[in-house]
């Protein structure tokens, strides 16, 4: 089956410096990316994501990029901001219209932001 | 328009007692899944219900169960507890089964 690892699992920047987190996948039928944003105490929230025929999409300071030939992905958050510090999850599945039985998640990114 | 409400937030147990769990879907909203978050190991799956009917479950042992119920809110039931099942329990709502999830803020588990 499907298998999504994330590097780092924690990860410590200087504000407005760039935070990049890494995923490999290892299901090629794999074509959507999604990424949450877990704030303390709160649920994931989809912040972005990423089908398999793009290879990179951005949305103010956050950018996803997709290498499908290596298999791998990443978030790309620039001009980092206190409010960026979060746990990051990466997710792997076969089609945007999955249901969450086949959304595979990776094992999280701590992100914290030194001001 | 409200969002997906967990019940309790946090709770202590000992082991060999049950636990059950709520969640309240977003208003509408008739897909309901459930998974187990632990520190390192990310969100694992635990089941999908759609119009009270369960869809997908996952690896789990079947101390492990839930229902749905015709209002869409869901329960799920962990029997004879153990250490390993202390975790945060995150419910997720989607409009269909396959539409973007949307998560409570879980019910933080603690088996003593």
């Known amino acids: 089956g499907e298998n999504v690892e994330q590097h780092p699992s924690t990860l410590s920047v200087q504000e407005g410096d760039s935070a990049v987190i890494k995923c490999t996948y290892s299901d090629s039928a794999s074509n959507y990316f999604p990424w949450y944003k877990q704030e303390l105490g709160k649920g994931p929230q989809l912040i972005i994501d990423i089908r398999s025929n793009v290879g990179e999409k951005k949305d103010q300071r956050i950018a996803v990029t997709l290498n499908k030939t290596a298999k791998h992905f990443s978030l790309h958050i620039t001009e980092t901001q206190p409010e960026d510090s979060a746990v990051y999850f990466c997710a792997a599945s076969k089609g945007r219209n999955s249901s969450a039985s086949k959304i595979i998640f990776g094992s999280g990114t701590r992100l914290s932001i030194r001001p | 328009k409200a969002g997906v409400t967990q019940t309790p937030r946090y709770l202590i147990k000992t082991r060999g007692q049950q636990v059950t769990l709520s969640c309240s879907p977003i208003?509408?909203?008739?897909?309901v899944s459930w998974y187990q978050q632990t520190p390192g190991q990310g969100l694992q799956f635990l089941f999908e219900?759609?119009?009270?009917?369960?869809?997908n479950k996952g690896n789990f042992p079947g101390r492990f169960s839930g229902r749905q119920f015709s209002n869409s809110r869901s329960e799920m039931n962990v029997s004879t507890l153990e250490l390993g099942d202390s975790a945060l329990y995150l419910c997720?709502?989607?409009?269909?089964?396959?539409?973007?999830?949307?998560f409570g803020e879980g019910s933080r588990l603690t088996v003593l």
């Open positions: 219900y759609f119009s009270e009917t369960q869809r």
């Open positions: 208003s509408g909203h008739r897909s």
């Open positions: 997720a709502s989607s409009f269909i089964s396959t539409g973007e999830l949307f």
